[in-house]
């Protein structure tokens, strides 16, 4: 089985896919933090994998 790249539920699509890309994590705005946690979205990377383009 292929190693699956780790989602974060803040990502619209898996890393690497074609017209997308790093964009800052509409709910922790780019912080990576929430509370005194990490970020439930984006795993405390303060980053989500959104799609960027249109063809």
Known sequence: ???Q???NPGDEVKPGTDQSGEHVCPRCSGTGRQAEAPCPDCGGSGKIIAL???A
């Open 1 to 3: 089985m292929p190693d």
């Open 5 to 7: 790249p780790d989602l």
């Open 52 to 54: 960027v383009g249109d």
